[in-house]
């Protein structure tokens, strides 16, 4: 099952026999006190050199996220995405709690979006899914409801089965959803990392969908936070992840050799390519 | 299913609600050319180094390793059991090929050892599980036989079965059988990192025994060889296997991270006291 990102000028596709497409993550002002006060001012030249740094990178899609207190999304997101498509030429993921930012986003972007998200809520299937189907973008879902984010992997499958089938209920393509199975801190909650990892893998046997995840919430609280959000990251690809949301310039050698163990990187090519390139720009 | 190792003065508990085991590989003269040298000589000291250095860095249970050429494997690896016993009560895994070499070995050590290793081929098994018998030993399995390493996940589950099946019918106990499923160079064959964590997969839940593996052979031939280690260990310790054969020094905090993530380390204190002492050590 392969789904397919475009921008004006490039097409990305996901899928489990494809190179792991890595999300950039960056570009989101929670924690980053510059960004949130640079957006707040409608000043777009931090979120653009976030997007150039992140293609450069590995990003092969980007997350584009303006939420922060005093802002309005509803103006700033479209700005946002402006700004990124006049630097990048990638696919975006179209990231708001707020649908009504969602619609003026999409309004401006020029391709076939992602949009970030959807979950089992009826509030949130009501007013995003019609969305999805009217712009002909992809979308991620979330596995949580009305419940909160369930406790056991089976419970997620459902809502993720939930979300799937009001889509094509819809009209929205199976190809079309990415499910995030949720990883929260494994420092308040030791089932956290385990729950997440069962749950990818019930979901990718189940439905067969392509499967995102935000890695770095596990790590939440603890020290040597990277070296926690690589280890996860190896085991989340290693279970059917293949379009994480991660910052690039971390995660993306471990994405490389994920793909190498996982049979997508034919007599390592890829990998020894990478390998290469990073001692040339060291010496 | 719990395997019970012993040493003199200690036992290690090897399962899957228990932390993940490491057993040290450094006592092995393959391309160590010093510790061939000193070995030809019956010169102990470098053993017994490797031994505490392992201990030290994190190894639950050691890899005893003294096949090179030139060397009389039956006098000598009981001469290196002695020594590392000297230095260390961890339990051991007493690694030769030549049968006689294991019954010297086991003659002298002191608890219940781990076997390193049987086969699917019928003259191993008929060598070396009547020893796993005699002295009440456990054996790792490694999934090949007359027909060499299979290709298939499938293939290396039924040669994993029938050395489960041969030595319970022998009055071996399941649960002294330890799987490896066997990591080849992917360099060389893009399908060997998926098959083996295929085969890893298959094995724990078909047969609920528990599971080491080589780990590094998986990198040889590509450069950053650790980076790839690192990564596979986590992907594998993922699929289930909870006794990895690494170099403790560097797949320490590997281990640890992958056993917080699955869920074996209550509120991360393993995995923080490790950090502060970590910490303390290099301040």
Same mark, same amino acid.
């Given at each position: 099952?392969?789904?397919?990102?475009?921008?004006?000028s490039r097409e990305v596709v996901i899928g489990p026999d494809q190179p792991t497409r890595i999300i950039g993550e960056r570009i989101n002002p929670t924690g980053k006190k510059l960004l949130a006060e640079s957006l707040a001012k409608k000043d777009m030249s931090r979120i653009k050199r976030l997007a150039e740094e992140q293609v450069a990178a590995g990003a092969a899609i980007l997350d584009v996220n303006v939420g922060a207190a005093g802002? !309005?999304?509803?103006?700033?997101?479209?700005?946002?995405?402006?700004?990124?498509?006049?630097?990048?030429?990638?696919?975006?993921?179209?990231?708001? /709690? !707020?649908?009504?930012? %969602?619609?003026?986003?999409?309004?401006?972007?020029?391709?076939? @979006?992602?949009i970030n998200s959807v979950n089992g809520e009826e509030a949130s299937l009501g007013r995003v899914?019609?969305?999805a189907r009217e712009f002909g973008a992809a979308v991620i879902g979330l596995t949580m409801d009305e419940r909160g984010i369930p406790k056991t992997a089976q419970e997620r499958l459902e809502v993720a089965q939930k979300i799937v089938e009001r889509a094509e209920a819809m009209g929205i393509? +199976?190809?079309?959803?990415?499910?995030?199975?949720?990883?929260?801190?494994?420092?308040?909650d030791t089932t956290?990392? %385990?729950? @997440?990892?069962?749950?990818?893998?019930?979901?990718?046997?189940?439905?067969?969908v392509n499967m995102t995840?935000?890695?770095? !919430?596990?790590?939440?609280?603890?020290?040597?936070?990277?070296?926690? !959000?690589?280890?996860?990251?190896?085991?989340?690809?290693g279970c059917g992840v293949n379009a994480p949301i991660v910052n690039p310039a971390? /995660?993306?050698?471990?994405?490389?050799?994920?793909?190498?163990?996982?049979?997508?990187?034919?007599?390592?090519? +890829?990998?020894? +390519?990478?390998?290469?390139?990073?001692?040339?720009?060291s010496s």
């Amino acid at each position: 099952m392969e789904t397919v990102l475009r921008s004006k000028s490039r097409e990305v596709v996901i899928g489990p026999d494809q190179p792991t497409r890595i999300i950039g993550e960056r570009i989101n002002p929670t924690g980053k006190k510059l960004l949130a006060e640079s957006l707040a001012k409608k000043d777009m030249s931090r979120i653009k050199r976030l997007a150039e740094e992140q293609v450069a990178a590995g990003a092969a899609i980007l997350d584009v996220n303006v939420g922060a207190a005093g802002v !309005n999304e509803v103006e700033l997101l479209p700005m946002a995405v402006q700004a990124v498509m006049e630097v990048t030429d990638v696919p975006l993921c179209l990231d708001s /709690a !707020n649908a009504q930012a %969602l619609r003026a986003a999409l309004e401006v972007y020029e391709g076939k @979006a992602l949009i970030n998200s959807v979950n089992g809520e009826e509030a949130s299937l009501g007013r995003v899914l019609p969305l999805a189907r009217e712009f002909g973008a992809a979308v991620i879902g979330l596995t949580m409801d009305e419940r909160g984010i369930p406790k056991t992997a089976q419970e997620r499958l459902e809502v993720a089965q939930k979300i799937v089938e009001r889509a094509e209920a819809m009209g929205i393509p +199976r190809e079309d959803i990415l499910i995030d199975c949720l990883a929260l801190a494994v420092g308040a909650d030791t089932t956290a990392g %385990l729950v @997440a990892l069962e749950a990818i893998r019930l979901v990718r046997q189940a439905l067969g969908v392509n499967m995102t995840l935000g890695v770095s !919430n596990i790590s939440f609280g603890l020290p040597d936070r990277e070296e926690i !959000n690589e280890v996860f990251l190896a085991m989340a690809l290693g279970c059917g992840v293949n379009a994480p949301i991660v910052n690039p310039a971390q /995660a993306c050698k471990t994405v490389l050799i994920a793909d190498l163990l996982l049979g997508r990187d034919e007599y390592a090519m +890829r990998y020894i +390519r990478y390998c290469r390139a990073q001692k040339a720009a060291s010496s």
